[in-house]
């Protein structure tokens, strides 16, 4: 298919150069048209060698090729990543002053837009307006990742990882116009022109007007004002399910114990607890469509958590010595918030209930045995398996899973890949099953 990547004058240009191999390595015949800016960032050196061809950035080279029409027309796709906030205002008001700009005027085909910039620029207003625009006329723009920026600064604004921009291109241009979209009404609110969780982000995506709950984070289980029992779930796969979630559509309720940025377009429920946890879930879940529970969530906690921080020793004892023994922790069951979903759904099929597990392969039997045997007991319809050990999953923005399906023989195997791609792999089961 002939690709063309726009690179707009970004320090996320950088990481173009890995898309450009992905989609070189699929097949893909790919044209790169950078803006001048953009070469500030990646060079018209490096964007020849790896794509083999020529780079123009203005109409006036190879005039008689008219390229300028022809790039656009003979187009399967345009991506342009990073799409700058002056890119996307030229775009909006269907500016030509360039040969990216002239490209996406004559490109009848999908166009992919991945916006990123600093948080403020995105949000304001005008930025706002113009993807609302682009979105409406059928652009399909990729929301900026929230994360650490090119700065100290962090938050929505970076470009996402080039695997998943592939991933989006691939699905474009095999369902042009199915996949993921945009963000068609987008709206900015107040005068520093925040965004609203809700109106901002609305897309066309396949999970258009569903309701889903996310749980994502370890539970903290207090054993008194200072002390917690907690595990080293960092929420990152939660937090890439709403996200990819929102792209697609969905109208998401995060409810967390992490502290990481709410992606943007998601409402958060903050909690602490696995008591928490299970009040927050059970009363979004009442309204949705999908609960997927990707929390670590505490088997037990604490029978009695002390009022006052637990002091080394403990007062004088009968005779009078300070008693510095160590103090025994008594633990109690926590509810299994999922189980309590899958009961109380009976035997209606909604909401689809999702659950995750993390395995070890033992002497018992594999990560998938372990896997296939905790779906017969839970009960839930999709379970995510992930393979943990030293090193793996915890924190990390990889992950490799088995996504099983109730009654289902197959299995979809997905990575090693980022949080993100596995999201998406997970809301297509979903997807499927709704
Ligand atoms: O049985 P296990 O803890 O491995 O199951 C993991 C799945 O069950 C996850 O989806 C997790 O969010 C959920 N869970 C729960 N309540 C618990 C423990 C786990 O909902 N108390």
């Not at 001048?36 to 794509?51: D, I, K």
């Not at 809700?198 to 200072?226: H, I, Q, W």
């Not at 299970?278 to 002390?306: G, I, K, L, Y």
């Amino acid at each position: 298919m002939k690709v063309v990547l726009g690179v707009a004058g970004g320090i996320a240009a950088y990481k173009a150069c890995s898309l450009l191999r992905l989609l070189s390595e699929a097949g893909h015949d790919v044209t790169v048209v950078p803006t001048a800016s953009a070469l500030h960032f990646v060079g018209e050196a490096t964007w020849s060698a790896l794509s083999g061809k020529p780079v123009h950035t203005d109409v006036w080279s190879d005039i008689t090729e008219v390229p300028h029409v022809r790039i656009g027309q003979e187009a399967d796709l345009v991506v342009v990543a990073p799409a700058t906030a002056d890119l996307l205002a030229r775009a909006a008001t269907g500016q030509a002053d360039d040969l990216l700009t002239n490209v996406l005027l004559t490109a009848r085909c999908p166009v992919v837009m991945a916006p990123a910039m600093h948080t403020e620029m995105w949000e304001h207003p005008a930025t706002q307006a113009n993807v609302a625009t682009l979105s409406e006329r059928g652009v399909h723009v990729v929301p900026p990742a929230s994360g650490r920026l090119t700065g100290q600064d962090s938050g929505p604004g970076r470009l996402p990882e080039p695997e998943d921009l592939f991933a989006i291109c691939q699905r474009e241009l095999s369902h042009p116009g199915a996949s993921p979209t945009s963000h068609a009404g987008a709206r900015a609110s107040g005068a520093a022109g925040g965004v609203s969780a809700d109106a901002s982000l609305k897309s066309r995506g396949d999970l258009e007007g569903r309701r889903v709950v996310v749980s994502a984070g370890g539970t903290r289980e207090p054993l008194d004002p200072v002390r917690y029992l907690g595990n080293r779930s960092s929420g990152k796969q939660g937090y890439a399910l709403a996200a990819v979630a929102v792209q697609r559509g969905a109208d998401v309720t995060l409810v967390t114990t992490s502290g990481l940025p709410v992606p943007p377009g998601a409402t958060a429920v903050h909690v602490e607890t696995a008591l928490e946890m299970q009040a927050a879930v059970r009363e979004a879940a009442a309204s949705a469509d999908v609960v997927v529970m990707a929390a670590a969530v505490a088997d037990f906690r604490p029978a009695q958590v002390a009022a006052h921080k637990i002091k080394k020793t403990h007062g004088p004892d009968a005779d009078g010595a300070a008693d510095d023994s160590a103090p025994t922790v008594a633990l109690v069951r926590n509810p299994d918030i999922l189980a309590g979903l899958v009961a109380e759904r009976g035997g209606a099929s909604a909401p689809v209930l999702v659950g995750f597990a993390a395995e070890t392969g033992d002497g018992t039997g594999s990560v998938l045995e372990h896997g296939r045997a905790k779906l017969a007991r839970k009960g839930c319809d999709v379970l995510v398996v992930n393979e943990v050990g030293a090193g793996v999953t915890f924190g990390k923005d990889e992950n490799t899973v088995h996504v099983l399906r109730r009654g289902s023989e197959q299995v979809l195997d997905v990575g090693p890949a980022t949080k993100t791609t596995v999201a998406g792999a997970v809301w297509d089961v979903v997807s499927d099953l709704l």
